[in-house]
């Protein structure tokens, strides 16, 4: 198979088809050998690879590659306009926005369409959250329970993190409640879709506004409202017990912390005295057994 598909990538190298109208087959004949890349003069390079089950997957398997691609229709490909790698994914953006306008829209307003404009290295566009070809349902379980490993793709990096003076919480969601029942979702039964709360639910998916920021639904005069999306009778106190994703410590979050140590100490503890306790009666069973003493 695989020398069949490099057969027809080399067929097509070789005589050029020239105004070709492409199919998808056509497509997938060059770009499902792994390893295929394109690189970039100013720097970078991306992997054009495409997996033909994983797209066939996808929500996207009804479209034609050219209905994204708009400009690759004919072979030889022409170059791409983007100089670098970076500016190719953000030049992509204004082709997911020819179908999902409303989202591109909220997106643009949101901090990371702020700061995509500024220019920033870091932050995620569409295929960053999305992929590019194996795209699935948002509304799926698995793109609900595997959204804080998306979301920590960067919010778990501290140097990421530290070069836009945040702190990074991925490390600090998993460890709490939400987390916790999200990882066990996603390992345990994962075409369920999590009951608890994930990144989207509080921060929603496409309009992240800064904490600070007096509309975001987690800014401190909206945290109970929107535990109260999920908390119905969530009392006026409730909020009170949100860390901010903060670890346990004696400056945030005292009581759990000392909860933890607690633990940490007890539960060591009583294994180790457990085991001495075996320890000491197979000890004593052995001396009455071998060294003749009688009980």
């Not at 390079?45 to 009804?62: C, Q, R």
């Not at 306008?101 to 997106?107: G, L, N």
């Not at 994930?198 to 506004?209: E, G, L, S």
């Not at 949100?242 to 005292?254: A, T």
């Amino acid at each position: 198979m695989y020398w069949l598909i490099l057969s027809a990538a080399l067929w097509m190298l070789a005589f050029p088809q020239a105004g070709l109208a492409q199919t998808n087959e056509t497509c997938l004949a060059c770009h499902q050998v792994e390893g295929s890349k394109v690189r970039f003069p100013g720097g970078g390079e991306i992997d054009v690879t495409v997996d033909p089950k994983k797209f066939a997957a996808s929500v996207h398997a009804p479209l034609t590659c050219v209905t994204c691609h708009t400009d690759q229709g004919d072979y030889p490909h022409r170059p791409v306009a983007a100089r670098t790698a970076r500016s190719y994914h953000v030049l992509a953006q204004q082709i997911c926005a020819t179908c999902h306008a409303d989202q591109a829209k909220v997106f643009e307003a949101s901090i990371h369409g702020q700061g995509l404009r500024m220019g920033l290295a870091d932050v995620p566009t569409c295929t960053s959250c999305h992929t590019a070809h194996a795209v699935v349902r948002p509304k799926s379980a698995a793109f609900r329970n595997n959204i804080p490993e998306t979301c920590g793709n960067c919010h778990a990096d501290a140097a990421v993190m530290g070069r836009y003076g945040l702190r990074p919480v991925y490390q600090a969601y998993v460890e709490e409640f939400h987390g916790v029942t999200t990882r066990l979702y996603r390992l345990a039964t994962p075409l369920a879709p999590s009951p608890s709360a994930v990144c989207y639910d509080c921060h929603t998916a496409h309009a992240v506004r800064r904490p600070t920021d007096p509309a975001s639904p987690v800014a401190t005069a909206n945290v109970l409202a929107t535990c109260r999306t999920c908390h119905k009778n969530a009392g006026r106190f409730f909020a009170t017990a949100w860390n901010e994703h903060q670890p346990p410590s004696m400056r945030h979050s005292p009581l759990v912390y000392m909860v933890q140590v607690f633990y940490k100490i007890l539960i060591p503890g009583v294994v180790g005295l457990l085991a001495l306790l075996t320890a000491l009666d197979l000890w004593f069973w052995a001396v009455t057994r071998w060294g003749g003493r009688e009980v």
